[in-house]
């Protein structure tokens, strides 16, 4: 096995002021980059001539250019600087998004999209591993506020097609091409840490690490299930027991936005306390709301609250992940990676089993996803304080 581990400056910071702010400003563009493709749905069918499914294959597309971008980059990142993977990632993102701007047909524009995903890949396995190793002990807390924002650019996206119309999402693809072109110049203050070669695992402890792997795969499969499957079918579950659309929808906004804000009410916690005691009242908490969404009248707020103890996890978990397997430096490739793979799959999995038992059975569908992933995270507790520690 060559994996390498990735070995911060003796400074103990890969990011200059400068280039973390524009790191941030990074995740609010693929943030909006990813929610562009839905609300853009009417304006594809009218100038490509698409079915539904087919207007939506956009985004499949995206999101398969995003998997093979964390992989591919994660192959490469050993043997190109720090700057160059961010680099080339805005410059793949800015080719990808003027290319789906401006397409003369929908084999292109969807060769274009999958273009873009690879930078938007790039940038989001990049990043994220960057920051849970680049910030010292801060590195948790910065990690929250670096996908913080894109939760903003989340936000942001819809915005803009509904201010510019769904007809003209040309030119919100080609403003996020502009920005992504704009953000190379903010890489030149990412250092590059020394990278050397893994040290060979212990026989006795080989089963364990491979044990801790699954065990962040499995916790990040199963929150970005519970996420997507929230986002996906909470309008549906609240139209069904009586709430309106207008009120179903206001309802799914807040959903996102607590995720968003979630995630900067974590800050000061991560400079407390250890990432895995904080995931584990994020879990419990999680699960408590996706019970209480059986109740109707507190249904909205549940959700709500399922936002706000899911907000912390995908960016708290990497640097428990990095300090548990040091000698594994693609682990966080692969639970990033993971995590794209299952926000694609959730949502028509839990439609097969909403199909099979009704929308009223969303709720406990959900509980059972957090209630293992609560299981996981007491597991993974375990099993690193016994083989890494």
Not at 338 to 367: D, F, N, Q, R, T
């Amino acid at each position: 096995m060559t994996d390498t581990v990735l070995r911060t400056p003796a400074a103990g910071r890969l990011f200059s002021r400068p280039a973390a702010v524009a790191s941030c400003v990074g995740f609010v563009l693929i943030g909006m980059l990813q929610a562009l493709y839905g609300p853009a749905i009417p304006g594809l069918r009218a100038d490509y001539g698409l079915s539904p499914p087919g207007a939506g294959l956009g985004l499949s597309l995206h999101f398969a250019g995003g998997v093979v971008g964390v992989l591919a980059f994660n192959a490469v990142h050993s043997r190109i600087s720090n700057r160059t993977l961010l680099a080339a990632s805005y410059g793949l993102m800015a080719a990808g998004c003027t290319g789906f701007a401006l397409a003369p047909g929908w084999p292109l524009a969807l060769a274009a999209a999958f273009l873009g995903g690879l930078g938007f890949g790039g940038i989001d396995y990049g990043l994220n591993q960057l920051f849970a190793a680049g910030f010292g002990d801060r590195s948790t807390a910065m990690l929250n506020v670096l996908n913080a924002h894109f939760g903003i650019g989340a936000v942001l996206g819809p915005t803009v097609v509904a201010w510019a119309g769904p007809h003209h999402y040309a030119y919100a693809f080609g403003g996020c091409a502009v920005l992504a072109a704009a953000l190379i110049p903010g890489t030149r203050g990412v250092r590059t840490g020394c990278v050397s070669e893994e040290r060979p695992a212990r026989a006795s402890a080989r089963l364990g690490v491979f044990g801790v792997l699954a065990g962040f795969l499995a916790l990040y499969v199963l929150n970005v299930a519970v996420e997507a499957g929230v986002g996906g079918w909470e309008p549906t579950h609240l139209q069904t027991v009586g709430y309106t659309a207008a009120a179903a929808a206001s309802a799914t906004s807040v959903y996102w936005l607590m995720m968003t804000a979630g995630r900067f009410l974590v800050v000061p916690l991560t400079l407390r306390y250890a990432p895995e005691r904080i995931l584990t009242v994020c879990a419990a908490g999680m699960t408590a709301c996706l019970l209480l969404t059986l109740v109707k009248g507190v249904a909205p707020a549940a959700y709500a609250g399922v936002g706000l103890f899911i907000a912390p996890v995908f960016p708290t978990g990497l640097p428990w992940l990095t300090r548990a397997l040091p000698q594994a430096g693609r682990a966080g490739a692969w639970v990033i990676a993971a995590s794209m793979v299952g926000g694609v799959a959730a949502p028509p999995l839990l439609g097969a089993g909403i199909e099979a038992s009704g929308i009223h059975a969303l709720p406990w569908l959900l509980s059972v996803l957090s209630a293992a992933s609560l299981a996981v995270t007491v597991w993974l507790i375990r099993l690193t304080r016994r083989y890494v520690e």
